[in-house]
């Protein structure tokens, strides 16, 4: 039977759907609303795409949105002073600095000077190392890996004690969303370029990550009967039947992998909308949590 297909669109429109209820509840009895402050540097199209989608999502749910446009080759103290002046203004709630940074910039240095209470990306220092470790609670947690448990809580699919494999590393993706699952008390394994005989390692897992941006690298034959999929993967592979002459998809090979699997996320559809949901969840409860310590 093929695997039920994990709607991220519709999961992500009812998140949004039950914050835009808490906005209008905490405007109702506080006056306030939570804001969401982005800073975007340079003019890269896929970053200004990003950040106009999350404007779009502010207003949809009732957020306030406060964008910063900064040239190319601003300086990193430049940057710093804006960052401090925004941990600064309670108006804020949240606070997203558009990655990646140019070269001259110090990501690092930047993320670490945003205030932990409106580290809303969940990528500051403290954030992270409170994910690593037993009996933590970071503030915020990345959004990505945030929204990949998401998809699985809502979709019925239990975490605790399954095999769960996470196929990449990364800082944003692979290495949080490893910290999640253990914290969701699943038996882990994180798979890289030097992991022996990948199919196989892949094959235990009733839990798959996918999240190493290579198209369709996992094949159905990898996957084991009845296992969920989370195909984190955004890639491009020419189509010339495709009016804009590619077409996008995952790490997982989708059409073979849903004869196999019992649940999958789609590409796009998967997800995608959930970062931007866990984005606006953050936010909120970044505002929440203010309010409650006001």
């Known amino acids: 039977m093929p695997a039920q297909i994990i709607d991220g669109k519709a999961i992500a429109a009812a998140i949004r759907g039950e914050i835009k209820a808490e906005v209008e509840a905490?405007?109702?009895?506080?006056?306030?609303?939570?804001?969401?402050?982005?800073?975007l540097v340079g003019e890269r199209k896929d970053s200004q795409t990003y950040v106009r989608m999350?404007?779009?999502?502010?207003a949809e749910v009732g957020l306030?949105?406060?964008?910063?446009?900064?040239?190319?080759?601003?300086?990193?103290?430049?940057?710093?002073k804006l960052v401090q002046d925004l941990n600064a203004n309670?108006?804020?709630h949240g606070i997203l600095v558009q990655l990646p940074l140019p070269d001259h910039l110090d990501t690092e240095t930047i993320l670490s000077?945003?205030?932990?209470?409106?580290?809303?990306?969940?990528?500051?220092?403290?954030?992270i190392g409170r994910l690593s470790m037993k009996?933590?609670?970071p503030l915020f947690v990345p959004c990505t890996p945030k929204g990949c448990i998401e998809l699985l809580d809502r979709t019925g699919i239990e975490i605790e004690g399954k095999q769960a494999v996470v196929l990449g590393r990364s800082n944003i993706v692979g290495l949080p969303v490893a910290m999640l699952l253990l914290?969701?008390?699943?038996?882990l394994t994180i798979c890289h370029s030097r992991t022996r005989?990948?199919?196989?390692?892949?094959?235990?897992?009733?839990?798959?990550?996918?999240?190493v941006g290579r198209a369709e690298m996992v094949r159905g034959d990898w996957i084991k009967p009845g296992a969920a999929i989370i195909d984190v993967g955004i890639n491009a592979v020419d189509d010339p039947t495709n009016e804009r002459g590619y077409r996008l998809v995952g790490d997982v090979a989708f059409d073979e992998a849903k004869e196999i699997a019992g649940a999958i996320t789609p590409v796009p559809g998967g997800v995608g909308p959930m970062t931007i949901a866990m984005l606006l969840r953050n936010t909120t409860d970044g505002a929440k949590r203010t309010l409650a310590g006001a």
């Open 26 to 39: 905490m405007k109702a009895a506080s006056g306030q609303v939570p804001g969401l402050a982005t800073v």
């Open 54 to 58: 999350k404007k779009k999502a502010c």
């Open 64 to 80: 306030n949105s406060f964008s910063y446009d900064l040239p190319e080759d601003v300086s990193q103290e430049e940057l710093l």
């Open 90 to 92: 309670s108006d804020v």
């Open 113 to 127: 000077a945003i205030s932990l209470e409106k580290d809303v990306d969940g990528f500051h220092p403290v954030n």
């Open 135 to 137: 009996q933590r609670e």
């Open 183 to 187: 914290h969701r008390h699943a038996t």
């Open 197 to 211: 005989d990948l199919p196989q390692v892949v094959r235990q897992a009733d839990i798959l990550i996918a999240a």
